[in-house]
T-cell receptor, first 115, second 116 residues
């Protein structure tokens, strides 16, 4: 079965650079969620989109922005990168009409290292 | 607000021992969903189980079992006859409900070391 695809798997950037992470949800899933997991931390919710509109917002820095496109894939854009942005970034997708948590699938994550 | 507490930061056991990972949650919602995920050193989040708030039946899957008790707001996870491959970080998580919406709230995780 198709899973949530995240690219790239690994990314190394320098401070103050910009990074773009991509997430391709499971086919027919209309909702995408982004999470940030710092070293030794639990995943923290950043932002979610349903039908290309932002549906919920968590602890996402102002330097970060995200959007969901017409094909439902999503991109997380991070500017003015800081060392503290080094983390594992997870994307998850689901079908909104299903019960919360059902069919909720995480991608394998993108490991961002800022040097 | 919703919250998940995993009081055990690290647990170390010897292979074949049984181990229980504790999870306590807080929510004002009557409908919610609880999860356990495993995160091996490779980093991906592996889904283990989902339980909704109306289903308090305990569940067993091979060496894994889960004990859900609404009266104590706990959703504990037991690994029987642990194996080295069980070494990972385990996250308990909460989702759903009127206030929680669709995002998932994770506990801080419990790092399990299983020694041969």
């Amino acid at each position: 079965a198709a899973g949530v695809i995240q690219s790239p798997r690994h990314l190394i950037k320098e401070k103050r650079e910009t990074a773009t992470l991509k997430c391709y949800p499971i086919p027919r899933h209309d909702t995408v969620y982004w999470y940030q997991q710092g070293p030794g931390q639990d995943p923290q919710f950043l932002i979610s989109f349903y039908e290309k509109m932002q549906s919920d917002k968590g602890s996402i820095p102002d330097r970060f922005s995200a959007q969901q496109f017409s094909d439902y894939h999503s991109e997380l854009n991070m500017s003015s990168l800081e060392l503290g942005d080094s983390a594992l970034y997870f994307c998850a997708s689901s079908l909104r009409e299903t019960l919360p948590g059902y069919g909720y699938t995480f991608g394998s994550g993108t490991r961002l290292t800022v040097v | 607000a919703q919250k998940v507490t995993q009081a055990q930061t690290e647990i170390s056991v010897v292979e074949k021992e049984d181990v229980t990972l504790d999870c306590v949650y807080e929510t004002r919602d009557t409908t919610y969903y609880l999860f356990w995920y495993k995160q091996p050193p490779s980093g991906e989040l592996v889904f283990l189980i989902r339980r909704n708030s109306f289903d308090e039946q305990n569940e067993i899957s091979g060496r894994y079992s889960w004990n859900f008790q609404k009266s104590t707001s706990s959703f504990n996870f037991t690994i029987t006859a642990s194996q080295v491959v069980d070494s990972a970080v385990y996250f308990c998580a909460l989702s759903g409900g009127d206030t929680g919406g669709f995002k998932t709230i994770f506990g801080a995780g419990t790092r399990l070391f299983v020694k041969a």
